[in-house]
């Protein structure tokens, strides 16, 4: 008879919270082409060049503590921005960490959370992640993709507890750039407010937005928080340096907020503020590129959406990313049932187009592309080449 132990079973592996970063780290970058962008590339080296590094002071002095310096600094520029007291202002490693960091001080157990759909995969993921109750509202595409109150309230009022609700998004849209307005804000301040919540509004797109329509949340919600960056507008994520600015009702949440900072990472690293602070002073030439590509290769999209067929999408003028709908169609143009699989349809044109775009599935959407166009008019006109090219073979696949 044997002894041998019996041989143990596989380990099961858990659901992954964030899928997308898995792709985007590892797939996304493999195919030449891509149409899969969601900020805009690194800024050109002569704008932040190693002589733009070293202030006067010694080596020494610039990787002192942060907050002898740096920190104070960049905060009283980031409230001169957004018209606040620096008080309101705490910087954070990059939009991503202020998002789980209000997550794990707000969204949690005892709570409700209405988050968007579509939406960017940690709004869905953080909430339950700290087990608070996720209630998700549906963003309506034949109305411009508009996150509507009345939506929202009905939604946390369907949901079957009475837990306090609090309201977590982004502005403009991700993956689908609509943008909420200061009366819609106002209104979804009041959602929350009413059930004891507060608002949480990431606006890390907000800088590519026309200054005329831009709105920031905390400045006119008092129980609101924005979140912002350095990534998408200006091509500086690798600095790994945002921000949230409290709305004034939640100004005495900065110790509480301070301390769950201290507990996680203690600061952001010297070095990355201090070129942040460079930064902060050539905004408006770091927004050069952008400006470019919205003149030049923004155009080539939105045409290429308005003449395709079996292509529909919302091409708002803001923004740096559109969320493309995919007829499911065969060949003769004949509609099949249920939506595209655009997570199937992103693999085919990567293996068999040289070619990347990002599958709503990761935006809670099947069905969509979403689709960039931070990269030169002729990397965008070669995508889009392959993408209709790619868009046929599938059909006939």
Sequence with gaps: MSTDPAPMAPKAHAPLHFPYMFWAHHEMGTPSWSLAQSGMPSPAPELLGPEELEPAEATSANLAHPSMDAIPRLESQIAARYGVSPDRVMLTMGAS????????????????????LPSYQPFRALPPYFGAHLVEVLRREHNSWRLAPEDVEAALDASGTTDPAHIFFTNPSNPTGALSDLADLQALGKIASDRGGILICNESYMDLTPPAEQVRCAVHVPNSITIGSFTKPYGLGALRVGWIVLGEGLADERTRLLDNIYLNYVDPPTAALRIALRASEKLDALLGPFETFAASSRPLLF???????????????RGLVVFARIANWDAEGELLPGDTNTEELSAFLAMNFDLAVTPGEFFGQPGCLRLGFGSPKEHIQEGLSRLTSGLAAWRTR
């Excluded at 960091?101 to 709570?111: C, I, M, Q, V």
């Excluded at 045409?303 to 003028?317: D, R």
């Design 97 to 116: 960490s202020a998002m789980h960091l209000l997550a794990a001080s707000f969204l949690t157990a005892g709570t409700r959370v209405a988050v968007d």
């Design 303 to 317: 045409n290429w959406i308005t003449n395709t067929p079996g292509v529909s999408a919302l091409c708002a003028k």
